[in-house]
């Protein structure tokens, strides 16, 4: 909301009408925010704001089981929509004094009220009406703190519509393309190893037959391996921090992982298009059958790109899925989104935090 137009004002009772999937209304003091779109991407799950919902949330900002970043208090303000009728408000005011931690004081509760700031297009680093893939590289150091600010809105990176449609893929896409290619090269593995010709030479003397029932434990060992190479690219890489004085490599880090943490559920964005995923697998399969018989370097390899497939299935899970409590993808959904709205230098698993602990980027668990 812009600060020239005036707030619009809702009873007690109109804001507690407001409790269903199809319309959910919540407060933090007498402000009042719509966070129906918001329900599905919730990592606690819709239910835990469905049973909120129409009722003040300030205690449940500040926890426990936590207390919600300043990025997700930001994030909140995105849905703000007005304020309870002034006649409601004093009362209100006085209820939340006097209920929950009496520890509390009333200047405490205006303090964490007062620290969401609106998202508003007018005082933002960026013009949203124009492609940002050329504007971000003018930010310089200004650029790690705002990317890391996430909105809630698509991003358009070209104004060409040729370039901006070859950004965008739907998550179906991904095992349509891919699967096959697997399915096809786990047939043509066993086959080769089933010839009894592919040996892995230990010294020019000394070989290991790879027998056809090695395929198995050769396609999972491929599979681990890429969460290694996931957890890499997904630190080193998309992680990297560019000089805030080189302008292409601002660009280049917005196009590559920028763009999606800031605005992480926008979902035409979550899978890789399989055009530039295309050129890393190439590249791949190439390493290994260079370093490896043909046999034992192509399972590893469908191994690694059936890890690849089940990776971006799930990290785009992790942003839409509504997993149920206390399963292991609803764990790793929270973790992920702690990555996304406070721990943007931990947590760098995604399909498993295996890797986290050896390199010692763990998020804490306080911060559940």
Known sequence: MSPSVSPRYFSEKEVARHCTKESCWVLV???????????????????????????????????????????????????????????????HSETLRQR????ETSEDT???????????????LVD??????????????????????????????FESDFFEANTKTAWYIVPAVWMPLVIYLSWYCYSLLAQGSTKLYITPDYS?????????????????IWSFVEYCIHRFVF????????????????????????????GSRLVFPPGIASIVV???????????????????????????????????????GSPQKGSY???????HVKHHFEHQRAGFGITTTFWDHPFKTVIPKQAF
């Open 29 to 91: 003091g007498t402000r009042v925010y719509d966070v129906t779109s918001f329900l599905r991407m919730h990592p606690g799950g819709e239910a835990l704001i469905l049973g909120r919902s129409g009722s003040d949330i300030s205690r449940q900002l500040d926890g426990p089981p936590h207390r919600h970043s300043e990025n997700a208090r930001r994030w909140l303000e995105q849905y703000y929509i007005g304020e309870i009728e002034a006649e409601h408000a004093q009362n």
């Open 208 to 224: 290991i037959l790879i027998h056809k029932y090695f395929f198995p434990f050769l396609f999972m060992l491929g599979m681990f």
């Open 128 to 157: 949203w009406r124009k492609p940002l893939a050329w504007q971000v590289g003018y930010l310089g150091e200004k650029y790690d703190a705002w990317v890391h600010q996430p909105v809630d809105r698509p991003i358009r990176l």
């Open 329 to 335: 993808l609803y764990d790793l959904k929270a973790y």
């Open 100 to 103: 929950g931690n009496k520890s």
């Open 239 to 266: 992680h990297m921090r560019p000089p805030a004085h080189n302008y292409y490599l601002i660009m280049l880090h917005f196009l590559l992982h920028g763009q999606h943490h800031k605005s992480p559920f926008d």
């Open 110 to 124: 205006d303090e964490a009220i007062s620290k969401c700031n609106k998202v508003d297009d007018e005082t933002d």
């Open 282 to 320: 190439g590249g791949f399969y190439l390493a290994l059958r260079q370093l490896m018989p043909e046999g034992l370097g192509t399972s590893l390899f469908v191994g690694g790109l059936c890890g690849y497939v089940v990776y971006d299935m799930i990290h785009y899970y992790l942003h839409y």
